[in-house]
């Protein structure tokens, strides 16, 4: 006996929702009560409402739907968690007022100190919905030039056609405002990547390295953008495990902080990285710190880099783990690694030079490894 056809309507209509969703919202509906226990009552209800219809148990009767189903269910597990994750974190905002200008921001949190900036989550009370957005500040004036460079560089890859945007626009940020502080500082106003992580908190997690799986559809992003990204005539100059961004659930990525761009590379008589950021100045190759000319090769080093350190794989002699702590994870496989490893060579001119080349090497040597491409969830262990 197989389930009413509006009961197999319905879960088809549920998975597309949770397929198109970007924000919690999108999925439980506005969470917008007057407290935060007032919220948490709103996403419990909702939350309860689609779980019981999504529920395994109400397709045992069909094997398809039974799968379908389940999945279904976890995937809004994972939406639940992020937005519980979400609702504590605007709920813990002491109501700091912060002053730009003549402007005023709520500010929700905290949410980085970097190398010459602050960063907040902020909410403009004038601004659309009260969209939810990053207020960067550069902590001393002789640094406004990188807010500016960042806020140019960003403008500069949103100006790209249409067509373009549509497939990669989903990895930039972008600039909601730039601002200037009585004191002459600037300050960007950029969207907020809501519930993505970065792969500085993914390493964290996995401390011995992510199942290989995972990281090959984390490759696959980085490397198409890439690949985008350097015709464009850009070279992003910091892919550093801060900067990448994931999403757990919609396997989305983001590119951020772009202060150190470099616009119109010429290899070898083009611009030079200006400025690195400070911890991770030994990331960097020789060439950079000597005030070469900057290629695509520089963020094919560094995409390297951060993936192979999120795989787990030792920076040094790129020796690759083969034992993750649980029999379920898969270590990366040696054919992924020597392409990271390829990427990674001392001398300039040994390494790729090409992120298109790598995209396609990356993806052979997935299906080698894997076979056809399928998804693969990734979970963040919840605190």
Known sequence: MSPPVTLRDDLYAYAERLRQARRPTDVFGPLDGADLAARLEQLAVAYRKLAADVHPDRYVHSVELSDLATEVFQTLGAWHQLALKQVHADGSS??????????????????????????????????????????????????????????????????????????????????????????????????????????????????????????????????????WLHRQGVIHAAVLPDHVLIHPVTHAAMLVDWCYAVRQWQYPTGPHVRAVPSPHKKRYPKEVLSRAAASPRLDLYLTASTLAQTAGVDLWTFKRPVDLGDPQRMPIPEVMNEILRGCHLERHQDRFADAFEVLERWRMAQRRAFGPRKFHPFVMPTV
């Open 94 to 227: 002491n109501d700091q007022v912060l002053q730009v200008g003549s402007d005023c921001y709520r500010v929700l949190r905290s949410l980085a100190a970097g190398d010459s900036c602050d960063l907040y989550v902020v909410r403009d009370p004038t601004g659309q919905d009260g969209e939810p957005l990053v207020l960067k500040i550069v902590r001393d004036a002789q640094n406004n030039d990188l807010l500016d460079n960042e806020a140019e560089t960003l403008l500069f890859l949103w100006s790209r056609p249409q067509q373009q945007l549509e497939v990669f626009g989903r990895y930039l940020p972008r600039v909601r405002g730039t601002l200037r502080l009585d004191d002459g500082r600037r300050a960007n106003l950029l969207s907020l990547a809501e519930e993505y992580v970065s792969l500085a908190e993914v390493q964290q997690a996995y401390p011995k390295g992510i199942d290989g799986r995972s990281l090959a559809w984390i490759g696959n992003r980085l490397f198409e953008f890439m690949a």
